[in-house]
């Protein structure tokens, strides 16, 4: 089963903004969240398949890791926050704008 949740990165009780164009308080919680971004590509005519998850990285590695441009370059975790500021983007601006979608599998 396929499932569907919507985020916002405000109140879930409160609106995007009101009639007069206020906006409200984005939830800095969602600068926490984190992402997880596993990808490979194959090309089977040439046996060749890449990768961003190495051999080396075990269960416990995953647990600990946040990816650091700097000192944790092969973890696939990414935190919000941070890639909105290595994106020089506003936080509390994109919150009162973007919707994120999030499609997650449950098992039965």
Same mark, same amino acid.
């Given at each position: 089963?396929?499932?569907?949740?919507?985020?916002r990165?405000? /109140?879930?009780? /409160?609106?995007?903004?009101?009639?007069?164009?206020?906006?409200?308080e984005?939830?800095k919680?969602?600068?926490?969240?984190?992402?997880?971004?596993?990808?490979? &590509?194959?090309?089977?005519?040439?046996?060749?398949?890449?990768?961003?998850?190495?051999?080396?990285?075990?269960?416990?590695? &995953?647990?600990?890791?946040?990816?650091?441009?700097?000192?944790?370059?092969?973890?696939? &975790?990414?935190?919000?926050?941070?890639?909105?500021?290595?994106?020089? /983007?506003?936080?509390?601006?994109?919150?009162?704008?973007?919707?994120?979608?999030?499609?997650?599998?449950?098992?039965?």
């Open positions: 089963m396929l499932m569907l949740s919507r985020y990165g405000f /109140q879930h009780n /409160q609106r995007a903004s009101t009639s007069s164009g206020a906006t409200c984005p939830m919680d969602v600068e926490d969240f984190t992402i997880f971004i596993k990808n490979s &590509i194959r090309f089977p005519s040439f046996n060749y398949t890449k990768g961003n998850f190495l051999p080396s990285i075990t269960k416990e590695y &995953i647990k600990k890791c946040n990816f650091h441009k700097v000192t944790d370059i092969y973890c696939p &975790i990414f935190k919000v926050g941070d890639i909105l500021k290595d994106a020089e /983007q506003n936080f509390t601006q994109l919150a009162n704008t973007v919707q994120i979608v999030v499609f997650f599998k449950v098992s039965n």
